[in-house]
């Protein structure tokens, strides 16, 4: 990666700003602008979050904000109410007062005058949410967007539900995680005296956002709100769809280029949680020059032929051995013009000795059941490329659960889509879960990963309006596992593995369960384009802004622990991390803490217990402040268990307490 500090622009920096709504409520902004924009104007590029500008994302603020200044865009963060320096209360994610400050900041940023009234807006994760959100409502300041590892549907992708199943791997730690975030104070050296007073505020007045979410347990209007597969042709501006094959949020970039109208692209690499030009695995990719490409269409109407781009940019990843991290993933671009492909799917039928086959004459009748420790080398839902990360060999899980594998390929056999499973199948309990994943067994035995998918089998017909099972009544149903691209390469076998329990993806559901499946067909959407015949995608080398400087007092640590009772049946899944840092230009040192813990007994689904435990430690001169929070998420047959704690410390005394208990019924999940 390149670091760059000869701009076209010089660069001057606005660090601590307002914008006043018209409600008198203060947004922190910090701002960079390219010199002489105040008598020459130039559009604007807006990152709106609530990750505190100050101490939370300076970091990547610092590599990327500089970068569009110096290129000549007015860059500006923007910290949401209720979060950072601003004042208010945040009470959940996507919410309209989001949306509609939004607007007033889209307004107030049109109307400075080093800006020429045009705006666009970058992000990635909830970023990425509210730019498409944002869009959707059609402001006139709003020029384009570039969105990153976000989604159309709030419902099926995101960190809270997964096929109709309880995200237990995510929900409750970025629940805990936000509850943490909401408790921070603002810094005295930035809003003054009144700190203390806000920052108590915000500690009795916002509620634990798992309220809301395990209170709407299908996908009823609090999802349909700010999902804009609502109402796609909503979304008029030209958007740039970004996602990355190891992320948990890939599903919507194919899902937005066949269904958006306006102007629209897509790039879809092999990177985890994060901006292509750091994201691992690699390759890193120029992605901030991609970004002034975009920006330099669609806001000052240069031809800078993005229009011309295919329609997906997506990376064909190889075969790769199984391990729980990598820094570079191979493969290879290729570029798609049309999309959805229209190419045939290769059909597989499970057939009986646990083949899988491409002839549909010997379909087997298959009995599904599964092992509560199925899924603990699952890897996190939305990696961000730490050790851990990724699921590792699949041998231990693949034995846990009823298996289907083709013969050895002759030929590499290339898959870019969502592959889908179809079966008739009937259950001897209510509820059930089924879980299908996707392996590509190496000719020694190792299992990668390939992709999974799980469907809640009450929400079968519908995520709106579930229904429980009968038993011992045929269902058909259709399971759609994640969107992929893979190499299978020859020599190499395919994997078919299904269970009806993935703790701690799934929240088990409250009885152990029976499937038995016929018909069963396993569709995979294959790539056939020749590598000599692709048109060649090249990018330029990754580039950044000069790093912000910090000192590393505690370098970051990271440890997943599981361990098991063979007597008992129970297993404890841990992953602890901690880091110090100092950001020097602040005086600040950050101290922060975590762990999440998941346990369950075999062949007990209501033994399942989620706890999460979050510490933050900020000290500078004689200002010193300490936040933590525990939250822990368990169930009986009829209802879910939640409670919440919330301590601040000032000084080392504890000042602030905050619990929260609640008893949630189950809603067919």
Known sequence: MTVRTDFPHAVKRIDHTWITLADGTRLAVRIWLPEGAEAEPVPAILEYLPYRLTDGTVERDTLQQPYFAGHGYAAV????????????ILYDEYLKQEQDDALEILQWLAAQPWCDGGVGI??????????????????????????????????????????????????????????????????????GEGWRDTWFKRIDETPPWIDAWMTHQR??????????????????????????????????VPRMLEHL????????????????????????????????????????????????????????PDALEPAPNYAEWPGRWIAESNWPLSGDPLALYPASGGALERASDSIASISVTGSLLHGKLAGQWCPYGADGDFPGDQRQEDALCVTFDTAPFAETVEILGFPELGASITSDTPQALLVARLCDVWPDGRSTLITRGLLNLTHRDS??????????????????????????????????????????????????????????????????????????????????????????????TRSWQITSDPVTGSQEISIDGQQARRLVAEELTIETAGSVQWSIIDGNPLSATNTVDNAWHARRGDWDVRVTTSSTLSADHDHFHLTTLVEAYEDGVRVRSRSHSARIPRDNV
């Open 77 to 88: 963060r923007v910290d949401m109410r209720g979060s950072g320096n601003s004042d208010g």
């Open 122 to 191: 970058i992000g990635i994760s909830w970023g990425g949410f509210n730019g498409l959100q944002i869009a959707a409502r059609r402001p006139p300041e709003l020029k384009a967007v570039i969105s990153l590892c976000s989604t159309d549907d709030r419902y099926a992708d995101d960190v809270h539900y997964v096929g109709g199943c309880l995200n237990a791997s995510d929900q409750l730690a970025w629940a805990s995680t936000m509850l943490l975030y909401n408790a921070k104070p603002p810094l005295p050296w930035v809003v």
């Open 219 to 252: 996908r009823d209007e609090f999802w349909q709100h700010g999902s804009i597969c609502e109402d796609y042709a909503a979304v008029e501006c030209p958007v740039l769809a970004v996602g990355g094959w190891s992320d948990g949020y890939s599903n919507a």
């Open 261 to 316: 109208d306006g102007p629209h692209k897509g790039l879809l690499g092999p990177w985890a949680h994060a901006y292509p030009e750091i994201a691992t695995p690699g390759p890193q990719i120029g992605f901030l020059q991609e970004c002034q490409r975009w920006w330099d269409r669609w806001l000052k109407g240069i031809d800078t032929g993005v229009e011309d781009d295919p329609d997906l940019r997506v990376w064909i």
């Open 463 to 556: 995520h709106e309006h579930p229904e429980p099972l009968e038993p011992g009544r045929a269902y058909d149903i259709r399971l759609r596992l994640n969107a992929i691209a893979w190499s299978l390469s020859a020599g190499h076998r395919l994997r078919l593995a299904l269970s009806t329990a993935y703790w701690p993806w799934a929240w088990p559901s409250p009885e152990t369960a029976t499937l038995a499946l016929d018909g069963c067909r396993l569709t995979l959407p294959l790539y056939s384009q020749a590598e000599e015949d692709a048109p060649a995608i090249e990018f330029a080398p990754a580039e950044t802004a000069q790093a912000l400087d910090i000192k590393e007092i505690k370098p970051p």
